[in-house]
């Protein structure tokens, strides 16, 4: 019997990475790119941890079932830790990938290249009928490119440079990026979790 694992996101990029990191478990992934009758829900919280929670426990509520959900972000420590839990929107409500890049660019454009750090969060909340809800977090540390590099990945990968794998996250395969991304590592935590859970 396939398992099956219900993911409250929108985000194409963020389904991919979720339907490959759970394949190897035997775990079959529904997002709400499946559940099209589910709202997006409004992420009103000022912390990834608030929005993370918002969305699983509204979509678990909804489905009478086990979700997590994933709140995520970019923190630049030249832009005061912006864009932040305003990520998806930074450049404006369309939501664009390449609008939020140019707009990091242009912000970062004066800054030397010493001065360019930045980490991905993400949090992943937990949420279901029979579970009290549970949070893990993750992060990954790099530095914010001159310009962008790769086509691979989703969001603000091609200007995302991981020193480690000396590769943007845009460059990188999809386990490449799993095996040190915020998302990975927050995932990794999750699954011990759930194994304790359910
Ligand atoms: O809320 P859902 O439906 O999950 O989709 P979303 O895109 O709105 O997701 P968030 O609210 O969590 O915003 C996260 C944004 O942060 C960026 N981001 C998060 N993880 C990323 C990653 O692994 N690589 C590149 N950018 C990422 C990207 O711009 C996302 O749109
Ligand atoms: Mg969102």
């Known amino acids: 019997m396939t398992k099956r694992v219900i993911i409250a996101t929108k985000n194409r990029g963020k389904a991919k990475e979720f339907q490959n990191m759970f394949a190897p478990y035997g775990y079959e992934v529904q997002t709400l790119l499946d559940l099209p009758h589910i709202e997006d829900v409004e992420e009103t919280g000022t912390t990834f941890e608030e929005n993370a929670i918002l969305k699983a426990e509204t979509v678990a509520e909804e489905l009478d079932a086990l979700v997590i959900a994933d709140d995520s972000g970019l923190a630049i420590d030249a832009l005061d830790g912006r864009p932040g839990v305003y990520s998806a929107r930074y450049a404006g409500e369309e939501k664009s990938d390449e609008n939020n890049m140019d707009k990091v660019l242009e912000e970062l454009k004066d800054v030397p290249n010493g001065d360019r750090n930045a980490r991905f969060h ?14 893990v977090t993750g992060t990954c540390e790099g530095q914010i490119l001159q310009e962008r590099r790769g086509t691979n990945g989703f969001g603000y990968d091609p200007i995302f440079f991981v020193p480690s794998l000396e590769k943007s996250m845009a460059e990188m395969t999809p386990e490449e990026k799993s095996s ?3 998302r990975g590592n927050a995932l990794e935590k999750l699954r011990s979790l759930i194994t304790d859970l359910v």
């Open 122 to 135: 993400c949090v992943l909340a937990i949420a279901g009928p029979e579970i009290e809800t549970h949070t």
């Open 180 to 182: 040190i991304s915020h």
